[in-house]
C-alpha cells in the first residue's frame, strides 16, 4: 500500500519511523553520532548534510503528509525558508511576495535581500491579480501564505499555483497556520511547501524547527545550497519532533473543532469588535476557505471594542497564558504589534492592517467552556 494512500493518523503515526532491529522498541531510536563510516557505505552520512537516520526517516513523514518526495528538516522556520529562497534567488532575479504574512519572513526579505542584489515585490492585496500585476521578467519565484499570519486573510492557492506555471515560476507556501491536517497545497499545485515544525508539528511548545518539502529536483536545489549554510538540526530534536507528530492530527483537529466554537462566541461578545477567522460565515473569503481547506484551522484574531486596552485584558487571563509561538496543546495569546511583527514600522503594520491593539489567538486542547470563561473574567477586569 502506497504511504501516500494511508490516513493522516497512519502517518503520522508510522510513515518515518525507525525500526529497532536491535532490541525491537516501538518507537525510533535515537542516532546521536556526528561522525559516520565512509567507506563501502551507500550514504556518506553527516548531520550537516542533513541525512544522519533520525533526520532521514521523519523527512519521509513529513514528506509524505505534504505528498511530495522529498523533505528536509531545519533548525528554525525561518532558516527553512531562507535556505528555500536562496535556492532559487540569485542575483538579479526577482520575487513576488504575498503582502499579508509573517513578520520574520518580511523582514528577512527586506534585510537581507538588498545585500545579495535579489529584488522584490510585496503584492497590494492577496487576490490572483495582485500576484500577477506584480510578475516582472525576471521573476523567479511566487511565495504565499494562507491562512496568513496574523489576519488570516485566504489566497487562491490553485490560481497562484496555476499562474506560476502558465509563467514559467515556480511557487512556495508558507503552510504553517493550516498544517497537511488543514490544508495539501500540493494538491493545487504548489511546488514547494514549508512550515515552521516549532508549530503544530511539535505542538508542546518545546521544540524550534522547520521544514520544507517539494519534487527531488527542486529539493536538491535546496539541499545544495543548504549545505553549506548549515541549518540541520540536532538529532535528539529531531526525535522529539518525530515524536511529537505522531499525534499531530488528533491535536490539530481537536483545536480546530475548539477554535471554530471559540470563533463563533466571540463573534457575539459584545466587548469584541472584530474576529478574523475562515471559518465564520462572515469572513470575506469563506467560501474558498471552505472549498480548499479540509478543516478551518485553530488559529484565529480578533480585536477588543473601543476603550479596551488589550494589554490589561490579556494580563487579565488566567488560564490562556499571554506567550510568544503558537499551536502548543495550551491555548495563548500575543500581540502581533509587539511579538511576530515588532520588526516592521509603524507605517509597516499599519499598511497591512496589524493594529496595536489586535491580539492573536492560538487555540488549544483545553475544554471550551473553561476558554470562554478565562477570557469573560479577563473582559470584565478592564
Known amino acids: 500500500m502506497s504511504k501516500n494512500k494511508l490516513g493522516l493518523n497512519t502517518i503520522c503515526a508510522h510513515v518515518g ?7 525491537k522498541g516501538a518507537v525510533s531510536p535515537i542516532y546521536l553520532a556526528s561522525s559516520y563510516e565512509f ?28 505528498r511530495k518526495e522529498v523533505a528536509m528538516i531545519f533548525g528554525s522556520g525561518m532558516a527553512a525558508i531562507s535556505h528555500m529562497f536562496l535556492a532559487f534567488l540569485n542575483s538579479g532575479d526577482h520575487i513576488v511576495v504575498q503582502n499579508t504574512l509573517y513578520g520574520g519572513t518580511n523582514n528577512f526579505i527586506r534585510e537581507e535581500f538588498p545585500k ?10 492577496y487576490s490572483v491579480e495582485n500576484f500577477e500585476a506584480a510578475i516582472q521578467p525576471n521573476t523567479k519565484l511566487i511565495h504565499l501564505e494562507t491562512p496568513s499570519n496574523p489576519l488570516l486573510t ?34 493545487f499545485g504548489i511546488d514547494l511547501i514549508m512550515h515552521s515544525a ?20 527542486h529539493m536538491d536545489k535546496i ?26 492530527g488528533l491535536r490539530v483537529k481537536k483545536q480546530t473543532k475548539n477554535a471554530g466554537k471559540m470563533a463563533k462566541w466571540l463573534e457575539k461578545n459584545e466587548a469584541i469588535k472584530k474576529v478574523y477567522y475562515p471559518g465564520l460565515k462572515s469572513h470575506p473569503e469563506y467560501e474558498l476557505a471552505k472549498a480548499q481547506m479540509h478543516g478551518f484551522g485553530a488559529m484565529l484574531s480578533f480585536e477588543l471594542a473601543d476603550g479596551l486596552d488589550s494589554e490589561k485584558f490579556q494580563k487579565g487571563l488566567k488560564l490562556i497564558k499571554a506567550s510568544m509561538s503558537l499551536a502548543g496543546v495550551e491555548s495563548t495569546v500575543l500581540s502581533p504589534a509587539q511579538t511576530s511583527h515588532a520588526l516592521l514600522s509603524q507605517e509597516e503594520r499599519d499598511a497591512i492592517g496589524i ?11 483545553e475544554s471550551v467552556k473553561d476558554l470562554k470563561k478565562d477570557i469573560q473574567q479577563a473582559l470584565n477586569t478592564i
Not at 550537516?48 to 519521509?60: A, C, H, M, W
Not at 509563467?167 to 497537511?180: C, E, L, R, W, Y
Open 223 to 248: 539541499w545544495n545550497v543548504s549545505k553549506n549554510l548549515g541549518g540541520s538540526l540536532s538529532d535528539f530534536t529531531v526525535w522529539m519532533l518525530e515524536r511529537s507528530m505522531k499525534t499531530m
Open 198 to 217: 516549532t508549530k503544530y508539528f511539535g505542538g508542546h511548545s518545546d521544540i524550534c524547527a522547520g521544514a520544507v518539502t517539494g519534487s527531488k529536483e
Open 154 to 187: 485566504i489566497t487562491d492557492i490553485k490560481a497562484v499555483s496555476d499562474l506560476g506555471k502558465a509563467n514559467n515560476i515556480v511557487t512556495s507556501i508558507d503552510n504553517t497556520f493550516a498544517s497537511p491536517v488543514n490544508q495539501t497545497p500540493s494538491d
Open 355 to 365: 493594529s496595536d491593539g489586535l491580539i492573536r489567538f492560538s487555540v488549544g486542547i
Open 17 to 23: 519511523e525507525i525500526k529497532d532491529e536491535q532490541f
Open 116 to 125: 545579495f542584489n535579489i529584488e522584490f515585490t510585496f503584492t497590494d492585496g
Open 39 to 66: 567507506i563501502d557505505v551507500d550514504v556518506k552520512r553527516y548531520p550537516r548534510y542533513f541525512n544522519t537516520p533520525n533526520q532521514e526517516y521523519l523527512s519521509k513523514k513529513i514528506a509524505a503528509l505534504e
